[in-house]
């Protein structure tokens, strides 16, 4: 095992700040700008965050779980934290990259790791049309909106919505209504990896519509551009028995 120069980064709880402050009286603080591995200490809300600080750099992020449901992150243990960053092994990721045109002429761009929403403002139902690389799929999708999920954000808000759970590695993307009026008996769609998906809204005065790429929001949007972004890397640390492969596909197995 090789030894990996690391720094700590926790999330403003108290159980995270904590702990960070033990750790870093055990192991040193480390140089977050230099350090070969940043280790995150939260949930799956904060590692998203980290990912999103230090996407530029593409440094391997190691997850400690001190939040609410961490499914990103490893077990929080104090003891041999050195080697278990030296031993993790390493899952990358590429996030979704989101070209918004909004009414009023405006464009504006974003990265989403988990995934890229749709979702209506008012109390009008949202009026959509989906394109999958440049043929017309959807017509007229109504409802409160749809989002297009990556593998690893298949279990945040595209589960809630009763969208699939897709393994890391399948090279999928989860296309998901959320509250659909019409097409009443349309569930979504999975789509490949390497798909663009536009999403064109209609009657988009009367029916304004927002789009988020993980934490940027558009407003009042008329269409959005979805696909992949091969370019950039991000870089993941599971302890070996618990990666994040296995539990994507433990989480479909429970009641």
Not at 37 to 52: C, N, P, Y
Not at 74 to 100: G, I, K, S
Request: charged share 25%; glycine share 6%; proline share 5%.
């Amino acid at each position: 095992m090789t030894r990996r120069s690391f720094a700590l980064v926790a999330s403003d709880t108290p159980e995270a700040t904590e702990a960070k402050a033990r750790l870093e009286a055990r192991y040193g603080a480390g140089d977050v700008d230099n350090a070969d591995v940043i280790v995150a200490l939260g949930g799956d809300g904060f590692m998203l965050e980290t990912l999103h600080r230090f996407i530029e750099r593409s440094v391997p992020i190691y997850g400690m779980n001190c939040g609410t449901v961490g499914f990103m992150m490893n077990t929080y243990e104090e003891d041999t934290l050195a080697e278990r960053v030296a031993a993790a092994q390493q899952v990358t990721l590429h996030p979704l990259r989101m070209h918004a045109d909004t009414v009023a002429g405006e464009k504006a761009d974003a990265l989403a790791i988990n995934e890229v929403s749709l979702l209506r403002e008012s109390r009008q139902a949202a009026k959509i049309t989906i394109s999958v690389d440049g043929v017309k799929r959807m017509d007229e999708l109504v409802c409160d909106g749809v989002m297009l999920a990556t593998p690893a954000g298949s279990t945040a808000y595209n589960l809630s919505a009763h969208g699939p759970i897709i393994p890391i590695g399948a090279q999928l993307l989860a296309l998901t209504p959320i509250s659909v009026f019409r097409p009443r008996r349309w569930r979504g769609a999975l789509l490949p990896a390497r798909a663009e998906v536009i999403f064109e809204v209609r009657e988009a005065a009367k029916r304004p519509v927002s789009a988020t790429a993980d934490f940027t929001e558009v407003r009042d949007v008329a269409r959005v551009t979805v696909c992949e972004d091969q370019s950039v890397d991000l870089n993941l640390l599971f302890d070996p028995e618990h990666n994040l492969e296995e539990r994507i596909v433990k989480e479909q197995f429970q009641p």
